[in-house]
T-cell receptor, first 117, second 112 residues
């Protein structure tokens, strides 16, 4: 069965601090996708990143970076120099990859990040 | 271009009534998904459409829930005889086949 675990329920930091959100996944598939979505107070899920299981290269986009490690089944997300606008719930998700698949997203329970000014 | 549109944004209903929730996907997106977000269950998949057919309905919680999609575009999720446990935010997402899913703002359903 596929499962995503986000052990951190809530994190509170002060602006400009770095913060890492943890994500651990379980799947029997050898090929799969991993995602991060952001849900600000407005409620809409905003896509941040998708990685496929072939590619373990870390990725950086501005203040955001992602560390994918197949050996530990983890896909962690780091925000550098956090800002108040980063306050949101962040979801990690997993989907299948093969042709004909549903590609439905299996979500973790989310991490509420509060960035204090 | 326009994103995924859901209506109504909020719906309050009485227990036992039927409700219809609408999703208008991004133009050209053949895949459409319904998810439910509730305090107790988190974000969970309900149903997947490819075109007008639904090859995966595995997440629908009971036979009171049904969905259809017409013209490969708009989808309607219907909940019959609503119960209080149906109270949740219902999210719709669309994508090109096998691609990234983009979400609407959701419909917040409250069953009194």
């Amino acid at each position: 069965a596929q499962k995503v675990t986000q052990a951190q329920t809530e994190i509170s930091v002060v602006e400009k601090e770095d913060v890492t959100l943890d994500c651990v996944y379980e799947t029997r598939d050898t090929t799969y996708y991993l995602f991060w979505y952001k849900q600000p107070p407005s409620g809409e899920l905003v896509f941040l990143i998708r990685r496929n299981s072939f590619d373990e290269q870390n990725e950086i986009s501005g203040r955001y970076s992602w560390n994918f490690q197949k050996s530990t089944s983890s896909f962690n997300f780091t925000i550098t120099a956090s800002q108040v606008v980063d306050s949101a719930v962040y979801f990690c998700a997993l989907s299948d990859f093969y042709g004909g698949a549903t590609n439905k997203l299996i979500f973790g329970t989310g991490t509420l990040l509060a960035v204090q000014p | 271009g326009a994103g995924v549109s859901q209506s109504p944004s909020n719906k309050v209903t009485e227990k036992g009534k039927d409700v219809e929730l609408r999703c208008d996907p991004i133009s050209g997106h053949t895949a459409l998904y319904w998810y439910r977000q509730s305090l107790g269950q988190g974000l969970e998949f309900l149903i997947y459409f490819q075109g007008n057919s639904a090859p995966d309905k595995s997440g629908l919680p009971s036979d009171r829930f049904s969905a259809e999609r017409t013209g490969g575009s708009v989808s309607t999720l219907t909940i019959q005889r609503t119960q209080q446990e149906d109270s949740a935010v219902y999210l719709c997402a669309s994508s090109r086949l096998g691609n990234i899913q983009y979400f609407g703002a959701g419909t917040r359903l409250s069953v009194l």
